[in-house]
């Protein structure tokens, strides 16, 4: 799964594409949960840039699947498959 | 508009025979010879001598001109055609920082500033449909002014009373103790990005009374006292027309994912960090 970052998250993680092998991504029962879950075991310093003190994901870091604010989806629920696009950033600060 | 920076000895052959292959108005822009200080010289050639007028300009009945002028740098004729051309091919100007092509041998101290989206041995030799390609493919040069013609020439302006505009720019100093900030770097969410405006243009312009609504954004490095944003609404009315620009320069800020790093004399860092 091919995740892109973002801003100040890919200076923290050294990339802005990182794909990382999730459980379950070819037979179809991936969440986006899964997927960002063995981005931060590749990353480990990603981990307290998104996650806070309870491991919930920050409340301003956005994650997209396919273009789509995945809270405007089932969460980190969601479902993903093998070649859906992944993207997580900060606040937007364009303009 | 899209800007070509040609460089090298084979510069000139190479622009001669693109010209034609370009789909729009092309204006090609080269160099006058550095004219030191003599004295005696008109302020520019074109202009006679002794002349205190600052430009000239000879119009013709079918629409041909010619024009003679100081005190304009090379970034300010790439803004005033912006508007007219669809492109710009800039003849022998290594220093100037836009997309360029290398033409024949080594360039030596001619290495171009911006990026080079080619070498060619020769004008003969070059891939001129692998260069056109490349070269739409840069980021256009936009100006307000070029929006604003655009949405005059909309089939839909004869119902529009108003334009609105909007321009967002680098701010060197939010109050007089600030570090100065140099630059600002912008990074974007390509394709997503784009997504999210022509939503915002579409939602706008289904309004009644808005007629043609234009966002643009620059990327890369914009430094300080440049232009970064601009919002264009064509609309009946004024009031329809300051709203969509209110709300559309709104939600551009709210739900574009473009990424802003500041660069002060001091420092640098991410826009997003500092408010937050």
């Known amino acids: ?95 | 508009m899209q800007t070509l920076g040609l460089v090298g000895p084979d510069a000139a052959a190479l622009a001669e025979r693109l010209v034609p292959r370009l789909d729009g108005r092309v204006a090609t822009v080269e160099p006058l010879p550095d004219r030191g200080e003599d004295a005696s010289r008109p302020a520019a050639p074109g202009l006679a001598p002794g002349s205190a007028a600052a430009g000239a300009f000879g119009v013709g009945p079918d629409g041909s001109w010619v024009g003679a002028g100081e005190d304009r740098s090379l970034a300010d004729t790439l803004d005033t055609l912006a508007p007219e051309y669809d492109y710009a091919l800039l003849v022998g100007f290594p220093e100037a920082d836009v997309p360029a092509v290398v033409v024949g041998g080594d360039e030596g101290d001619d290495s171009p500033t911006g990026e080079v989206l080619g070498r060619v041995p020769d004008a003969g030799g070059a891939d001129l449909g692998d260069l056109t390609e490349r070269l739409d493919a840069t980021e256009p040069h936009v100006t307000l002014e070029s929006l604003v013609r655009r949405v005059k020439a909309s089939p839909r302006a004869e119902r529009a009373g108003a334009i609105a505009t909007f321009t967002g720019r680098v701010r060197a100093k939010d109050d007089d103790g600030d570090p100065r900030t140099t630059a600002l770097a912008f990074e974007t969410y390509e394709g997503v990005a784009d997504d999210r405006m022509e939503t915002i243009r579409t939602e706008l312009t289904d309004r009644a009374g808005v007629e043609e609504v234009l966002l643009h954004h620059r990327t890369g490095v914009v430094p300080d006292g440049e232009d970064i944003v601009f919002v264009v609404v064509l609309a009946g009315h004024r009031g329809e027309a300051f709203r969509a620009v209110e709300d559309g320069i709104n939600r551009l800020k709210d739900e574009v994912p473009i990424f802003k790093k500041e660069t002060t004399v001091e420092d640098e860092f991410w826009v997003h960090d500092r408010d937050g």
């Open chain 1, 1 to 95: 799964m091919e995740w892109k970052l973002f801003a100040d998250l890919a200076e923290v993680a050294g990339d802005r594409h990182v794909v990382v092998p999730v459980d379950g991504e070819d037979e179809g029962t991936a969440t986006v949960g899964d997927a960002l879950d063995a981005l931060l075991e590749d990353r480990p310093a990603l981990r307290d840039r998104v996650l806070d003190d309870d491991g919930e994901l920050r409340e301003h870091i956005n994650v997209l699947r396919e273009g789509t604010n995945v809270f405007n989806e089932d969460g980190l629920e969601t479902a993903v498959d093998a070649g859906d696009e992944l993207a997580l950033f900060p606040p937007v600060s364009g303009g």
